[in-house]
C-alpha cells in the first residue's frame, strides 16, 4: 500500500464523508506547484479553489504566522489590539470608505451580509433579500437559502423564510422579484461555482441604479471574486459601482481561514453592540495575515500581473477552443479566474488533467475552472496551456475516434504523438516529498 493509499483508507474511516475527494494526498507546496505523498508534483491552477492567492508558502505569509504567534495568537472580540484596527482601515480604504466586521469564512461572512441586511430593514418592515438563481453563497442554513439552487437546497426544508430568486443578467427578472417587502439584492460579480460567469456590465450598472432608485441594499458576494483574483481589488471595481457592502473570505488571509464585510457609510453602525458576533473573528493572527497578504499583493504588483496573465493564459485556450470545437465552447472569466466551457460533462477532462499534472475544477457541470495563484509565473502559465494542448488532443482523438497519428493536417501541432507528451512538470526532477 502506497503512503497515499494508506491516508485514504484512514480517512474514510474517521472523516464524515460530506466531500466527494480525488485520489490524492497532498504534503507540501510552495508558489504554484504542490507535492503529493507520493513525490508526484502538480501545477496548482485552483490555488485551494481561490484561497492561496499569493501561492503555496509565500515567505511574507509564514513571516506573519511566525511573527504574531509568538506575540498574540488570539483575545476576544471584548477587548482591542492594532491588527483589526488596522485591517479595517486597509479595507475600507480599497472601497466603500466604510467599517469592517470579522468573521472566519465565506458563508460566516454573508451570513453577516443577511443579517445586516435585515437589521437595517427591520423598521422599515422589509427583509426579503433577492439572489440569484446558480449563486452560490455557503452552506449555513441561511446562505444555502441565499445560494439559488435547489441542489444545494434538497433534504434541508424547511428553509429560512425571505429569499426570493432572479435570473443572474436579466435586470427584468430582478425588477419582478421586487416587493414592498424587498431589503437588499444580493450578487456575485463573476458567478464562480455558478461556473465563471461574469455580470454584464449593464446588469450590475442597472442593479446599482434600480437598489439608489428604490432604496434597497445592494450587497456584493466578493469571497471568490475578490481579493485580486480578476485584477481588480474587488471584482465589481472592474464594473464602476459600489455596493452598499460587501462580503469577503478565501484569499482575504492567503490561506489562513478569514472572513470579513465591508460596509458603507449607510450600514457602517447598524450592527451595535450585542447584534451580532463571531469568538475567533478578526484575532491578532489573521489580522496580520491579511495586512501581509494586501502588502503582497501591494508590492508585487499583483492587481496587473493577474491580468496580464489572465489575458495569456485566456488567448492560450482561446486557441485550444478553436482547433477543439464543438467540444470545447469558449473560454469565459475575468483576470484569472477563467472558465472553459465544454459541450459535455466536464469531470472527464479534470480527472485527465489531474493525471497530467495540472489541478482545475469541474464546475455547473461542463465547465474547467482555472484559479490559479495570482502570482503564478509566465512560464507556469504556458506550461499549464501545453498539459492542457496535451490532454485535449489525446481527449480528443478518443472522443472522435479518431487516432492521435491519423489526425488530419494539423497532426503535428495538434496532436503530439504521445511518447511526446509531457508527463508531470518536474515531476521526476522535483525533491520528494517532505515529511
Ligand atoms: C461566492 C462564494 N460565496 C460564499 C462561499 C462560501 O465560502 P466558505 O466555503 O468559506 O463558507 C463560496 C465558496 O465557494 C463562494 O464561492
Not at 481561490?50 to 513571516?63: D, L, N, Y
Not at 485584477?231 to 459601482?241: K, L, M, P, V
Not at 459535455?344 to 465547465?367: F, H, I, W, Y
Request: net charge negative; charged share 20%; proline share 5%.
Amino acid at each position: 500500500m502506497t503512503k497515499s493509499e494508506d491516508t485514504i483508507q484512514l480517512f474514510d474511516q474517521h472523516v464524515i464523508p460530506s466531500y466527494s475527494r480525488k485520489p490524492v494526498v497532498f504534503v507540501r507546496g510552495k508558489g504554484t506547484k504542490i507535492w503529493d505523498a507520493d513525490g508526484k508534483v502538480y501545477l496548482d491552477f485552483l490555488a485551494g479553489i481561490a484561497v492561496t492567492g499569493a501561492g503555496h508558502s509565500h515567505p511574507k505569509i509564514i513571516e506573519a504566522i511566525r511573527r504574531q504567534s509568538e506575540q498574540l495568537i488570539h483575545i476576544s472580540n471584548l477587548y482591542y489590539h492594532e491588527n483589526q484596527a488596522l485591517l479595517a482601515k486597509a479595507l475600507s480604504e480599497l472601497a466603500l470608505n466604510g467599517k469592517c466586521f470579522f468573521c472566519n469564512s465565506g458563508a460566516e461572512a454573508n451570513e453577516a451580509l443577511i443579517k445586516l441586511a435585515r437589521l437595517w430593514g427591520h423598521d422599515r418592515n422589509r427583509f426579503e433579500i433577492i439572489t440569484m438563481r446558480d449563486s452560490f453563497h455557503g452552506r449555513t442554513l441561511a446562505t444555502l437559502t441565499a445560494t439559488g439552487q435547489t441542489k444545494i437546497q434538497k433534504g434541508f426544508e424547511p428553509l429560512p423564510a425571505g429569499f426570493v430568486y432572479a435570473d443572474f443578467n436579466n435586470l427584468e427578472s430582478v425588477k419582478a422579484a421586487i416587493t414592498e417587502k424587498t431589503a437588499a439584492i444580493l450578487v456575485e460579480a463573476v458567478q464562480g461555482e455558478g461556473g465563471v460567469i461574469p455580470a454584464q456590465p449593464e446588469f450590475l450598472k442597472g442593479l446599482r441604479t434600480l437598489c439608489t432608485e428604490k432604496d434597497i441594499l445592494l450587497l456584493c458576494d466578493e469571497v471568490q471574486c475578490g481579493m485580486g483574483r480578476t485584477g481588480h481589488w474587488f471584482a465589481f471595481q472592474a464594473y464602476d459601482i459600489e455596493p452598499d457592502a460587501f462580503s469577503l473570505a478565501k484569499a482575504l488571509a492567503g490561506g489562513y481561514p478569514m472572513g470579513a464585510i465591508v460596509a458603507g457609510p449607510k450600514l457602517a453602525d447598524v450592527f451595535q453592540p450585542g447584534k451580532h458576533g463571531s469568538t475567533f473573528g478578526g484575532s491578532p493572527l489573521a489580522c496580520a495575515v491579511a495586512l501581509a497578504m494586501i502588502q503582497i499583493i501591494r508590492e508585487e504588483g499583483l492587481l496587473q500581473h493577474a491580468t496580464q496573465m489572465g489575458e495569456r493564459f485566456k488567448k492560450g485556450l482561446q486557441a485550444l477552443v478553436e482547433k477543439y470545437k464543438p467540444y470545447l465552447v469558449e473560454v469565459r472569466g475575468r483576470g484569472l479566474m477563467l472558465g472553459l466551457v465544454l459541450n459535455q460533462p466536464a469531470k472527464t477532462l479534470e480527472a485527465r488533467l489531474m493525471d497530467t499534472g495540472l489541478l482545475s475544477l469541474a464546475t455547473a457541470e461542463n465547465v474547467i475552472r482555472f484559479l490559479p495563484p495570482l502570482n503564478v509565473k509566465q512560464n507556469e502559465v504556458d506550461e499549464a496551456i501545453d498539459i492542457i494542448a496535451d490532454t485535449c488532443a489525446e481527449w480528443h482523438a478518443e472522443l472522435t475516434g479518431i487516432p492521435l497519428s491519423a489526425e488530419p493536417e494539423t497532426e503535428a501541432e495538434a496532436a503530439p504523438a504521445a511518447t511526446e507528451l509531457p508527463t508531470a512538470p518536474e515531476a521526476q526532477a522535483e525533491p520528494a516529498a517532505q515529511p
